[in-house]
Every structure is written in structure tokens, then in C-alpha cells.
Nanobody, 125 residues
């Protein structure tokens, strides 16, 4: 089994930056795709970014150019660097892991088997 714990969330002003981190325990992440999702009250949980086991990355259009995902298999962590933050980025951010994720379903939260508890990101105007 895998346990995921997010950290790094907080309150920042618009235009600022945050670096979220997801630490895994129980099993290595080396063979899993790692994704970030976010959710705001009243909205569906939405895809933010994913990095495959071999390092390929993909981003939602809403964050492309402002966000960078990376992983360190030796440390069993995955990070999400967020720059030029906007108030609409305010949400609870969740780290997720997927086994055997195909390209067609890389943005589908139902394809991720493991989830963290979430970390709050608040961007003020």
C-alpha cells in the first residue's frame, strides 16, 4: 500500500509562488504516475498536472506556463512548483498516484488509486 502526504500550502498574494510537496511511504513511487488535482467548494475536483514513471509531464491549460511538476524517486517525493499565482488558483490541492495509467486517462481522477489528504492553497488579491 501507499500513503501520500502533501505539504507546502499556505496563504500567498497574487503573483507569488508556492512549492507543494508530496511524500510517499509504504512503497516506492518509481513505477507510478504522480498527479496533482485541486478542488474548490462547489466545483468538481480538477486535474492540474501529472508526471509519468519515465518523467513525461502534462499540464492543464489553466496552469500551463506557471506550474512545473517534478519527482525524485530516490526521496520518494513529487513536487509542484507554482508561480504567478492567481486568486482562481485557490483550492485544496491533492497528490495522487496511479498504477498502469494510460495516456487517455491521465487527467481522470478515477484512474488514480492513491490519494493524500490535501493541502490548502489560498491566493489573495
Amino acid at each position: 500500500q501507499v500513503q501520500l502526504v502533501e505539504s507546502g500550502g499556505g496563504l500567498v498574494q497574487a503573483g507569488g509562488s508556492l512549492r507543494l510537496s508530496c511524500a510517499a511511504s509504504g512503497r516506492t513511487l518509481s513505477s507510478k504516475a504522480m498527479g496533482w488535482f485541486r478542488q474548490t467548494p462547489g466545483k468538481e475536483r480538477e486535474f492540474v498536472s501529472v508526471i509519468t514513471w519515465y518523467g513525461d509531464t502534462y499540464y492543464a491549460d489553466s496552469v500551463k506556463g506557471r506550474v512545473s511538476i517534478s519527482r525524485d524517486n530516490a526521496k520518494n517525493t513529487v513536487d509542484l512548483q507554482m508561480n504567478s499565482l492567481k486568486p482562481e488558483d485557490t483550492a485544496v490541492y491533492y497528490c495522487a498516484a496511479a498504477d498502469g495509467l494510460s495516456t487517455a486517462y491521465r487527467t481522470n481522477m478515477r484512474r488514480y488509486q492513491y490519494w493524500g489528504q490535501g493541502t490548502q492553497v489560498t491566493v489573495s488579491s
